[in-house]
């Protein structure tokens, strides 16, 4: 069951109607605000309008949904990753990701408060820990906490957790942000590769041969490529970086000559492949994009069997 559908069944036992009425509702508002809204966030309204608040209630992470402003979670945290220090128009921060799992599922949690952080650097919260979140707001699936969250160990025990987040098969067009995907779709159209230089030691983006974890550096050079795939219900732009690209069947003097690609690109058109990836928000052009990181070709004949088991 997908998250919207959770909420749903939520809004639904909480409100004392059934699912099918609250998908009404829902439809409803989404329907007198022109479709401007998602059917998440419609849902959302919608339970605010029958008062019912989520706000102090503890959720799974399964049933996380995109939009989200208080969520409250108990999970597991099963990674950490190194504190990054950054400088934006001037103004120096720092940001901490971990992934915190459940029995249902897991997220990438995401720290931008400086206390929370703290507690990162010292030692204070590490992998194994479970940890209450309150507060918190969901964004292309992750929880990000401000100043306004809180964060804190917790006294439960957690002893099963999911550590791989499910891969969810389904049409473009219901796919939503932070959802795990995979796809079946053809190409439609191919850019020309866009070309950007990483430290070789972490793979982070480096300016001026300087890296903010390694210092000075001697650069690779790495590629992107963005494509349109349409699955017949649906066209979404997907963004494949690095060797994945490869998996189109390129060499890298195809893929690191724009006059090689050139020659090759009108192949690519019309391919079919499985694609595999998380979907993102574009916060910059407020569109939905798809980040592969793996390429699978499609057999027709395993593809004839599963018909032929459901059937």
């Given at each position: 069951?997908?998250?919207?559908?959770?909420?749903?069944?939520?809004?639904?036992?909480?409100?004392?109607?059934?699912?099918?009425?609250?998908?009404?509702?829902?439809?409803?508002?989404?329907?007198?605000?022109?479709?401007?809204?998602?059917?998440?966030?419609?849902?959302?309204?919608?339970?605010?309008?029958?008062?019912?608040?989520?706000?102090?209630?503890?959720?799974?992470?399964?049933?996380?949904?995109?939009?989200?402003?208080?969520?409250?979670?108990?999970?597991?945290?099963?990674?950490?990753?190194?504190?990054?220090?950054?400088?934006?128009?001037?103004?120096?921060?720092?940001?901490?990701?971990?992934?915190?799992?459940?029995?249902?599922?897991?997220?990438?949690?995401?720290?931008?408060?400086?206390?929370?952080?703290?507690?990162?650097?010292?030692?204070?919260?590490?992998?194994?820990?479970?940890?209450?979140?309150?507060?918190?707001?969901?964004?292309?699936?992750?929880?990000?906490?401000?100043?306004?969250?809180?964060?804190?160990?917790?006294?439960?025990?957690?002893?099963?957790?999911?550590?791989?987040?499910?891969?969810?098969?389904?049409?473009?067009?219901?796919?939503?942000?932070?959802?795990?995907?995979?796809?079946?779709?053809?190409?439609?159209?191919?850019?020309?590769?866009?070309?950007?230089?990483?430290?070789?030691?972490?793979?982070?983006?480096?300016?001026?041969?300087?890296?903010i974890n390694h210092g000075k550096v001697?650069?690779?050079?790495?590629?992107?490529?963005?494509?349109?795939?349409?699955?017949?219900?649906?066209?979404?732009?997907?963004?494949?970086?690095?060797?994945?690209?490869?998996?189109?069947?390129?060499?890298?003097?195809?893929?690191?000559?724009?006059?090689?690609?050139?020659?090759?690109?009108?192949?690519?058109?019309?391919?079919?492949?499985?694609?595999?990836?998380?979907?993102?928000?574009?916060?910059?052009?407020?569109?939905?994009?798809?980040?592969?990181?793996?390429?699978?070709?499609?057999?027709?004949?395993?593809?004839?069997?599963?018909?032929?088991?459901?059937?």
């Amino acid at each position: 069951m997908d998250n919207y559908l959770q909420l749903v069944e939520r809004i639904a036992s909480a409100s004392h109607l059934t699912a099918d009425e609250i998908e009404r509702k829902v439809e409803a508002k989404r329907a007198k605000l022109s479709g401007l809204v998602s059917k998440e966030g419609a849902a959302q309204i919608v339970a605010a309008e029958l008062g019912i608040n989520f706000d102090k209630e503890r959720m799974k992470i399964s049933e996380l949904v995109q939009g989200m402003k208080r969520a409250n979670i108990v999970g597991k945290v099963i990674e950490v990753l190194p504190v990054i220090s950054f400088n934006k128009n001037g103004k120096e921060g720092k940001v901490s990701r971990m992934t915190v799992a459940d029995e249902s599922s897991n997220t990438k949690v995401v720290l931008w408060d400086t206390h929370h952080i703290s507690l990162v650097e010292q030692g204070e919260l590490k992998e194994g820990d479970v940890i209450e979140v309150s507060n918190a707001s969901v964004r292309n699936g992750e929880l990000h906490l401000s100043s306004f969250s809180d964060l804190k160990k917790s006294k439960e025990s957690i002893s099963v957790v999911v550590t791989k987040k499910p891969t969810l098969s389904k049409k473009l067009k219901d796919v939503k942000p932070g959802e795990n995907l995979k796809t079946r779709a053809l190409i439609v159209q191919a850019f020309d590769p866009r070309y950007f230089e990483v430290c070789p030691q972490c793979g982070k983006k480096v300016a001026e041969d300087q890296c903010i974890n390694h210092g000075k550096v001697k650069p690779a050079q790495r590629a992107l490529l963005n494509l349109i795939l349409d699955d017949g219900t649906e066209a979404l732009r997907a963004v494949i970086f690095g060797e994945h690209i490869y998996k189109l069947g390129l060499t890298p003097e195809e893929v690191f000559s724009l006059e090689r690609f050139a020659e090759k690109k009108s192949s690519l058109l019309g391919e079919e492949r499985f694609f595999v990836g998380n979907v993102r928000n574009n916060a910059l052009f407020n569109t939905i994009e798809f980040t592969v990181d793996n390429i699978e070709d499609v057999n027709v004949d395993l593809l004839i069997h599963e018909l032929e088991q459901k059937a």
